[in-house]
């Protein structure tokens, strides 16, 4: 599985590179992040800045299911010719995770690639955003359950 993650990662990055075309359609945007699939929902703030035309930064801090997630992650945006307002990107991050219930306490650090949609909704100052976000944990292994596929992001941003 994790093979055919990072063949997936490959094809992007060679897309990415042949992506001439302007991508940045907003600077910066702040609202909501819900973070879902296999295992527990989270969902709280989140801010995206672009840094320049292709690159981003989005930095969340999540909560549910006895947990609080705290992530960063790197994103590369490019253009999808003749869809005015939709991008796609490809990126990785890291996230914290303090998980709590009763007297059991877990702190676990995951790595997260990502690919997904952006689209900035014409002239409103709104986007959205849907992406696939596994998550590999790096620590706290023993057990098993160290990579999960089925996590999908879904966002919502006031952008300026």
């Not at 307002?85 to 490809?90: D, E, I, K, R, V």
């Not at 709104?126 to 098993?144: K, Q, S, Y």
Request: a positive charge; glycine letters at 16%.
């Amino acid at each position: 599985m994790l093979k055919k993650l990072l063949s997936a990662a490959a094809v992007c990055a060679l897309v990415a590179l042949g992506q001439s075309a302007h991508a940045q359609q907003y600077k910066s945007g702040v609202g909501l992040r819900l973070d879902l699939g296999e295992g527990s929902t989270l969902v709280g703030p989140a801010f995206k800045h672009f840094f320049n035309n292709h690159s981003a930064g989005e930095f969340s801090l999540l909560f549910g299911g006895n947990t609080t997630m705290l992530g960063a992650e790197y994103q590369y945006h490019g253009a999808i010719p003749n869809a005015g307002g939709l991008q796609w990107y490809a990126g990785a991050g890291g996230s914290l995770g303090f998980f709590k219930v009763g007297p059991f306490k877990q702190t676990n650090f995951w790595l997260r690639p990502l690919v997904g949609l952006d689209y900035k909704l014409g002239a409103t100052p709104l986007a959205v955003g849907f992406d696939w976000r596994p998550m590999i944990r790096l620590t706290n292994t023993e057990g098993g359950g160290t990579f999960t596929a089925a996590r999908f992001g879904l966002a919502a941003r006031y952008t300026f």
